[in-house]
């Protein structure tokens, strides 16, 4: 769920902050093009937002620390982790360039928001979670 809101929410913060990244676009354009890419991407999202939950579950029964301190906590390590790879996107993704991916690596707008998205799913995975 806390991907899906993630996912909706992304064309309101690809205006406010005037750069057009999407995860969502990102994941479906490696599969497909045109009207299938955001459909595609949307699932693959919620799958790996389906994941992330579990592996969520499981780390925070074994910490002393509050549900939702231990999702954003996750979900902002998850991204400081992973933002790296963009270097790799930026040279081959088969649609880089392409509306929804512009050049990444170096692109502190694009940073910013996916710092905001992860933060977002982190406090919305730890609400959420039972």
Known sequence: MAASVWSLLEPIDRRLLRCDYSDVLLLGKTFTRGRLAWPV???IH??????????????????????ERVAIGMALAEHVALYPLSYFVDRHHPARGEAGI?????????FVQATLRHALFGVVLGRLSR
């Open 41 to 43: 991407g949307f699932a």
């Open 102 to 110: 512009p050049p990444l690596f170096t692109n502190p707008r694009a």
């Open 46 to 67: 919620a799958a790996n937002g389906a994941l992330f939950g579990f592996a969520f579950d499981q780390i925070q029964r074994r910490v002393p620390y509050s549900k």
